[in-house]
């Protein structure tokens, strides 16, 4: 059984940062590719940020192009997901999500473990 666990989430002003981690139980962490997906309120699920495997690949919404770094410590079962020049648009529940292939996709229905989700709000 592979777990998900977020954290990092919270209350930031407009321009601000956050690093969001996720926590993967299992030992085969190293063989998903990971991704991050966000969801407004009224809005559906989108991606963010992708990662391949070995971290040598990563994908990125244009709409935080730029912003946001994805990242991921095999070592650790952590993947991260840095967001700077933080803008209201941005609030959401956050998810990372697992992929059971070595390359990250960005449709939601590549992804066959999810986490619970921690809250980003970012003020104006």
């Known amino acids: 059984q592979v777990q998900l666990v977020e954290s990092g989430g919270g209350l930031v002003q407009a321009g601000g940062s956050l690093r969001l981690s996720c926590a993967v139980s299992?030992?085969?962490?190293?063989?998903?590719?990971m991704g991050w997906f966000r969801q407004a309120p009224g809005k559906e699920r989108e991606f963010v940020a992708g990662?391949?495997?070995?971290?040598?690949?990563?994908y990125y919404a244009d709409s935080v192009k730029g912003r946001f770094t994805i990242s991921r410590d095999n070592a650790k079962n952590t993947v991260y997901l840095q967001m700077n020049s933080l803008k209201p648009e941005d609030t959401a529940v956050y998810y990372c999500?697992?992929?059971?292939?070595?390359?990250?996709?960005?449709?939601?229905?590549?992804?066959?473990?999810w986490g619970q989700g921690t809250q980003v709000t970012v003020s104006s």
């Open positions: 999500a697992a992929a059971r292939a070595p390359t990250a996709t960005m449709r939601a229905e590549g992804y066959v473990y």
């Open positions: 990662i391949s495997w070995s971290g040598g690949n990563t």
């Open positions: 299992g030992r085969t962490f190293s063989s998903y590719a």
